[in-house]
């Protein structure tokens, strides 16, 4: 039988973190993708939304978190706000030597391979709307891609209420994206944590012709790429519940039947940190 040294580094937690929960949803499809893996987790829930701050800002929440995470001894690092992922990666990846991925290119490939029309959509907050990250990347892959955006801010607390499949979420949702449906787009990439959850009403205001895609799984589907080619899965079968471990900057009001809506289940093991 091959044994496997103590230290081996495939067994540490891959670090996930977001401007607050909204990064559940990509630790749901990590979980999901790769039940072995141990995740530990950062939300910023005492200075959320990054969506509205600014690039400076953003990228220096994001330096103390990875420096936090990375005392944690992680052996990846995936930035799940796409807020974060549009300004901060360069500077994350020059600080640190682990492998490091945001969701913003992992949805742009698989928006580029399941797009026929070459016409994209992106909607996001306004700080990812603005960096044109989604733009950039979509036409780093194919420059003749013709991308049109969108900000939609009020979908996050729609969702962080949970007025996702409301009239009133439908109408609204209806009102930003009428542009975007007219533009003959044939995909959409949800370029925000929180659009999952509004799945329903986005596919309505645009179409069943429109193929929606979630810039979360694309991720989870990345980071197992990268584990596989670095020979870092995890070796060790996981046993017992749930290994994960979450770590946040405030427990806001209802902060635990929000995250229950944003990862399907209860959410064990939380700590509140100062950075
Ligand atoms: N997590 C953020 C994102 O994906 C949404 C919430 C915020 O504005 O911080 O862009």
Wanted: hydrophobic share 35%; charged share 25%; aromatic share 6%.
């Amino acid at each position: 039988m091959k044994t496997i040294p103590k230290n081996d580094e495939s067994s540490r937690p891959i670090g996930v973190f977001d401007s607050g929960i909204g990064g559940l949803t990509v630790v749901k499809e990590l979980s999901r993708l790769l039940p072995n893996e141990k995740i530990i987790y950062f939300g910023d829930t005492a200075r959320v939304p990054y969506g509205n701050k600014s690039k400076e800002t953003i990228i220096h929440y994001s330096l103390q978190i990875a420096y936090f995470l990375l005392k944690k001894k992680i052996k990846m690092l995936v930035v799940a706000c796409n807020s974060a992922s549009s300004v901060s990666l360069p500077t994350l990846k020059r600080h640190f030597h682990i492998p490091i991925i945001g969701v913003i290119e992992p949805g742009a490939k698989s928006a580029i391979a399941s797009s026929s029309k070459n016409k994209i959509g992106v909607i996001g907050t306004l700080g990812t709307v603005s960096s044109l990250a989604y733009k950039k990347a979509l036409k780093k892959i194919n420059r003749n891609v013709k991308v049109f955006q969108q900000a939609c801010p009020l979908f996050v607390p729609l969702a962080e209420d949970g007025w996702n499949k409301t009239k009133i979420a439908q109408d609204i949702s209806d009102e930003y994206l009428k542009g975007l449906a007219n533009k003959g787009i044939d995909g959409l990439i949800l370029g925000c944590t929180h659009y999952p959850l509004l799945k329903n009403v986005i596919q309505k205001s645009v179409g069943k012709n429109v193929g929606l895609i979630d810039s979360g799984v694309e991720t989870a589907k990345e980071v197992k790429r990268i584990l596989e080619k670095k020979n870092l899965l995890n070796r060790h079968k996981q046993t017992g519940r749930n290994h994960s471990v979450f770590f946040v900057s405030d427990f806001p009001h209802k902060f635990k039947e929000v995250s229950q809506r944003f990862l399907s289940k209860e959410l064990t093991h939380v700590h509140k940190v100062k950075l």
